[in-house]
């Protein structure tokens, strides 16, 4: 393990904090050791301190001379990385510093994750903080815990720590866009009770299997029209003729977070009528493969036939309508597109996850906006819709979304930086994701605040996988942008 690899790069202090950083083992859930390190920094420095239970740390940096009646800063990133590395590279994140090196104008990792989500947001903190020439009004940090881990430092994190003017998030990978806004997303948890009935010996039994289909992440790209598994394979039951087969089984998806790419079914039928049921079923999987030819091209659709096993059972035909209405008609994909670019759905919903028990559906629905107003919309659409299938929901969970600030003050004042800085007009992006902004912006309205917020990041790629690399050049512009912020922003 070699010492001071990033020696010579510039910003100097940056990298050297964040070579530190990469000593200090901290995937999420292990933060302990990473907040006393930005503890002693802070005890180091002067600097007032606080830390919680879930081990998010906040600092406070009094304004320098002549900057105490500015608005108050507060820059954020988070301490945990997700540990992820080659099959083939036997390392442990419990233990070992991460062994880095520089190659083609990047910090990379050997066989890991880097860790510069969100090391270099960290890094830049302490590198601007450690910076006694630099003139800055009032500053807080807040460095958080359990990013990668469905935010839980923090959703953990009292809201009253969030009493700042501006806002300006660091935990962000793309050095050429300011973002503004991030998704909310919820998980409706449907259920219906089943009723079945036993299937007759000597029966013929169809499993249907849909594959090969995109799915994607359910927020990136579920504007993109791509197939839903579970509409599918509703689609191709619907074909079935009526009376002549029953349904016994059907699943489909695995993750509320992924559009679902693979379904099963399994449809039985006396055996004087598998011939018509089979021939319903090829000429269904036809069309279905002539409708999706652009959207799903790969999509694979399979039938294999045999005969129905001992002890199975079917729902009953208005067990079955029951289930497969709402399947039907409960809403997938971009609910409403944002108006400012048709890049990414303003709201959207992604019916997620379909299993069958013996006495029970589950439907697992899920809903993304960056409007808590549409938000709002979906969740009832799918709600009542479900009520009125004869379906029970639930709404399991509802994270709120970072809207959108119209009114912002720190927007029109960055972007000005932002061009200054790097000679180039930043995008103004929004993601139909998550951040940690979505969840400081619903602390902030709980307590009756709204959050004037922008993220800005360096440039990485491949984020959360062994091949995550810091672009050297990226860093540097950064963490002159953030001076400047520091010093003129009123
Ligand atoms: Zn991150």
Redesign the pocket.
């Known amino acids: 393990m070699s010492t001071n690899v990033l020696c010579g790069l510039e910003p100097q202090s940056v990298f050297s904090y964040f070579e530190q950083l990469t000593r200090i083992p901290r995937g999420s859930g292990n933060e302990k050791a990473v907040s006393d390190y930005i503890i002693a920094y802070a005890e180091q420095h002067g600097y007032r301190w606080e830390r919680d239970e879930a081990n998010n740390v906040k600092l406070y940096a009094p304004a320098t001379s002549g900057y105490e009646n500015r608005k108050s800063i507060v820059l954020q990133a988070?301490l945990d990385m997700v540990c992820a590395k080659d099959p083939d590279v036997a390392f442990d994140f419990k233990t070992q510093p991460i062994d880095i090196y520089v190659e083609d104008g990047f910090v990379k990792a050997h066989g890991t994750t880097l860790g510069a989500?969100?090391g270099a947001g960290v890094a830049m903190i302490l590198a601007l903080l450690d910076d006694r020439t630099l003139p800055h009004p009032p500053v807080q940090a807040i460095f958080t815990t359990g990013?990668?881990i469905l935010f839980v430092g923090a959703e953990a994190m009292d809201a009253h720590w969030l009493d700042g003017d501006y806002y300006i998030g660091l935990?962000y990978s793309n050095n050429k866009k300011i973002l503004v806004s991030a998704a909310g997303v919820s998980v409706l948890q449907c259920t219906l009770t089943l009723e079945r009935a036993p299937v007759p010996v000597g029966w013929t039994a169809f499993d249907v299997t849909v594959s090969g289909m995109q799915g994607g992440h359910s927020g990136n790209t579920i504007h993109m029209d791509r197939g839903n598994a579970v509409k599918v394979m509703e689609e191709i039951l619907a074909g079935l003729p009526a009376g002549l087969a029953s349904l016994a089984d059907i699943s489909a998806g695995t993750l509320i977070n992924i559009i679902p790419a693979h379904a099963e079914a399994v449809v039985v039928c006396p055996p004087e009528h598998a011939d018509t049921v089979r021939t319903a079923l090829d000429a269904r999987i036809a069309l279905l493969k002539e409708v999706y030819r652009h959207t799903e091209p790969q999509l694979t659709i399979t039938v294999s036939q045999r005969s129905a096993g001992d002890g199975m059972t079917v729902l009953t035909p208005a067990c079955a309508e029951k289930l497969l209405r709402f399947v039907r008609l409960c809403y997938v994909g971009a609910w409403r597109m944002a108006d400012d670019t048709y890049s990414r759905a303003e709201c959207s919903a992604n019916p997620a996850i379909l299993r069958l028990e013996q006495t029970e559906a589950k439907f697992t629905l899920s809903a993304r906006s960056n409007s808590e107003y549409l938000h709002d919309q979906i969740i009832a659409h799918q709600s009542e819709l479900a009520a009125l299938c004869g379906w029970k929901a639930e709404l399991e969970s509802r994270a709120g979304a970072w809207e959108y600030n119209a009114a912002s003050q720190l927007l029109p004042q960055v972007i000005p930086i932002f061009r200054e800085v790097t000679g180039r007009e930043p995008e103004i992006a929004q993601i139909h994701a998550g951040v940690e902004g979505g969840v400081f912006d619903t602390k902030a309205r709980e307590i009756g605040r709204r959050l004037d917020m922008v993220n800005l990041g360096v440039m990485n790629y491949d984020v959360h996988t062994p091949r995550e690399r810091m672009e050297i050049d990226s860093v540097k512009p950064l963490y002159e942008m953030l001076r400047q912020i520091l010093m003129t922003v009123e």
Do not use: L, S
């Open positions: 988070h989500d969100d990013e990668e935990d």
